[in-house]
Structures are given as C-alpha cells and as structure tokens.
C-alpha cells in the first residue's frame, strides 16, 4: 500500500450523480476498499462537457477554474472518475497554468468572474487526475494487486478508453495516447485477460448522439461488433458517457444496425472493486441496460 493516505479534491461530475448512479456508487466503495480518502466537491459545477466552449471559451475556462479552485483551496489534487471531466478541466488546467506565463490578463479576466462569485481565485498549484491514472501511477498496481482478493480469472476484458481521456489535453500521464496500456495492465493485475480491438481508442458516438444519432450509433455498433469479434466477454469503459452509447443505447444499436449484441459493459471501478471482493449487488451492476449475468456467471458469483 501507499505509505501515506491518499487524499483527493472528489469531482464526481453529474452522469455519475444521475444516468450512471452505480458509477458514483462503486467508486465510493472502491475508493473505501483502497483507504483512499475522497473529499467530495459539493459545490463544484458540470464541467460542460465540451459544450460550453461552442459558446465561449471564456465561458468554458471560467467555470472550470472555478472547480479547479475548489481543489486548490484543499491543496488537493482533483479527482474524476469521467474521461470526458477529465479531458475539459484537464485541459483547461493546461491553458490556464500557460496564461500564468504568457497571457496574465487572460487569467485575471477568468479570475475576475470568479471573485464576482466570491470563489478563490484559480493558482495553478494542483493538478487533475483521472481515476484511472490514480491507481496506475498514485497507488501503484503492486499495491493494488496485494489487496486483490478475488481474482477475475478467465475473464476476457475490452478497454474502452474513448477519446477524451487521451487525447484532450496535450500530454498524459503514465500512458501513450496512441498506444495506451494502463487499462490493459489494471486487467492483468486483477486477473482478468485484456483484449485487444481496433475501436478501443476511438470515439463511442456520443457527441454525435443527440443530432445525429443514426451515425453515433453505428460508430458505437462497430465497436461493440469488434470486441464481440476479438473475444470479449465484456467491454470496460472509463467515462460514464461512453457507457451510456455503449450500454444505455445498445438496443437501439441494434436495431440501426440490425445484429444482437448483448455485450455486457462496465466501469472500471466496478471491475476493480468486485477484484477486491466487494459484492456485485452492492456495485449496481444490476442498474445496466445490457445485463452484466453473463459476466457474474463466468466469475462464480451466480450459477
């Protein structure tokens, strides 16, 4: 384990908090399972999603300082389980600490909306990190792999890592953008088997969903046949809202393009949190669209 406790500024975001309930769900618990200390950000705001900048960049960067600032004010680093947060305050983070050097007047112009709020101004002194990069890289997949007590033998695990996460922002870490490994490695250290597919990088569709959504769910359908194709006994995603393309609507991708899938999809935290034996039902594996038995069934937990 970690020789010290570690503690985050918890950004859980609004899908997590709303479509994907089971999502802020296992986190907690997995977080519990670790000893990992998650402060949760009540009063932070949807990062936008992307959306904002359509409108503003201004708009974008200042509401998303101001969550950063919130994590600034606990000397925290900020914490999300979303690929999509993590891709908008990651970035946004990025712009910012560069305006500190070369654009000041910029950054006491965001700076100013946020003292109109009476908000700490944003200082560029933490930093925003994925669940994903917390495990690899804070608590390590030595420590992670001592407290794994239920190994997820012969499961066959596709990472879908999505767009956001990667790509976003102009450097990652403990990963390549173009060839990632850190989810792949998580499997292997609970003990399931990763698999290998094209889409696992690309994007799920969901940007497109809600004004063309013919197109999104064909790009989600690719993917899911893909994995189906390589062997996978389910797909892991690191962003609620690529479960939602992926599970939520996968009836309806079916029907675009016309084939039964039936491929169960999990959020990493579920994934890692029944390796460290806590119960499925307590993980709310039950509240997906696509049924996660097939997946319980192959681990023992039912007959």
Same mark, same amino acid.
């Given at each position: 384990?970690?020789?010290?406790? @570690? +503690?985050? =500024?918890? %950004?859980? /975001? #609004?899908?997590?908090?709303? *479509? ?134 012969? @499961? +066959?695990? =596709?990472? %879908?890592? /999505? #767009?956001?996460?990667?790509? *976003? ?135």
């Amino acid at each position: 384990m970690p020789t010290q406790t @570690l +503690r985050y =500024a918890y %950004f859980p /975001g #609004c899908v997590a908090q709303g *479509a994907c309930r089971e999502l802020y769900q296992s986190t907690g618990l997995l977080a519990q399972a670790l000893g990992i200390e998650l402060i949760e950000l009540k009063k932070a705001a949807c990062c936008g999603s992307g959306t904002y900048k359509e409108d503003s960049q201004l708009l974008e960067d200042a509401v998303n300082a101001r969550n950063i600032a919130l994590a600034e004010s606990l000397n925290l680093p900020l914490l999300t389980h979303c690929s999509t947060c993590q891709g908008v305050l990651g970035h946004v983070d990025e712009r910012l600490k560069e305006a500190q050097e070369g654009d000041p007047d910029y950054l006491a112009q965001v700076n100013g909306f946020l003292a109109k709020e009476h908000c700490s101004p944003y200082r560029g002194t933490t930093e925003v990190k994925h669940l994903l990069w917390a495990l690899v890289g804070d608590y390590g997949l030595d420590a992670l792999e001592e407290r794994v007590t239920r190994q997820l033998s012969g @499961l +066959r695990c =596709a990472a %879908f890592y /999505g #767009c956001y996460l990667l790509r *976003a922002q102009k450097s990652i870490p403990f990963d390549n953008p173009f060839q990632p490994e850190s989810m792949e490695k998580v499997f292997q250290t609970v003990g399931a088997t990763p698999v290998e597919y094209p889409g696992r990088t690309q994007c799920c569709g969901w940007p497109l969903s809600s004004y063309a959504p013919q197109e999104s769910f064909k790009m989600a359908g690719k993917h899911l046949q893909d994995a189906i194709a390589a062997g996978a006994d389910c797909l892991v995603t690191p962003c609620p809202l690529c479960h939602l393309n992926l599970d939520s609507r996968q009836p309806e991708v079916e029907k675009v393009i016309g084939k039964t899938l039936k491929l169960p999809v999990l959020h990493l935290s579920q994934l890692v949190a029944l390796a460290l034996g806590i119960e499925p039902k307590q993980l709310g594996l039950e509240r997906h669209v696509v049924s996660t038995q097939p997946v319980l069934q192959k681990l023992g937990f039912i007959n």
